[in-house]
C-alpha cells in the first residue's frame, strides 16, 4: 500500500498559481501511474491530469489543458501540479492517486491509492 500526502492548497485570486505537491511514502516502488483528481462542492470527483511512470507522458482533462502541469520527481517519491491561469470554477478539493499499473488512467476506479486531499480556492 502506498500512502498519498497532498500539499500547496490555499485561497488564491483570479489568474493566480499554485502548485500542488502530492509526497508518496509506503510501497512506493510499486507506483506506475499518478493522477489529479478535484471536487467541487456537490459535484462527483472529476479526472484532472494523470502521468506515466517516468514523467514522460501526460494527459490532461480538456478543462485544465494549457493551464496545468503535471509532473513527477521519483528520487523524491513526489508528484507535482502546477495550475497557472486560475479560474473561480476551479475551486475545489484536490486529490492525488496513484496505481501500480500503466495506461492512461482517467477514471477514479483505475487507480488503488488516495490521499486526503487538499483545498484550492478561487476568488474573483
Known amino acids: 500500500q502506498v500512502q498519498l500526502v497532498e500539499s500547496g492548497g490555499g485561497l488564491v485570486q483570479a489568474g493566480g498559481s499554485l502548485r500542488l505537491s502530492c509526497a508518496a511514502s509506503?510501497?512506493?516502488?510499486?507506483?506506475?501511474?499518478m493522477g489529479w483528481f478535484r471536487q467541487a462542492p456537490g459535484k462527483g470527483r472529476e479526472f484532472v491530469a494523470t502521468i506515466n511512470w517516468n514523467g514522460g507522458s501526460t494527459y490532461y482533462a480538456d478543462a485544465v489543458k494549457g493551464r496545468f502541469t503535471m509532473s513527477r520527481d521519483n528520487a523524491k517519491n513526489t508528484a507535482y501540479l502546477q495550475m497557472n491561469s486560475l479560474k473561480p470554477e476551479d475551486t475545489a478539493i484536490y486529490y492525488c492517486a496513484a496505481s501500480d499499473r500503466g495506461g492512461i488512467r482517467t477514471v477514479t476506479s483505475m487507480y488503488d491509492d488516495w490521499g486526503q486531499g487538499t483545498q484550492v480556492t478561487v476568488s474573483l
Open positions: 509506503g510501497h512506493t516502488f510499486s507506483v506506475s501511474v
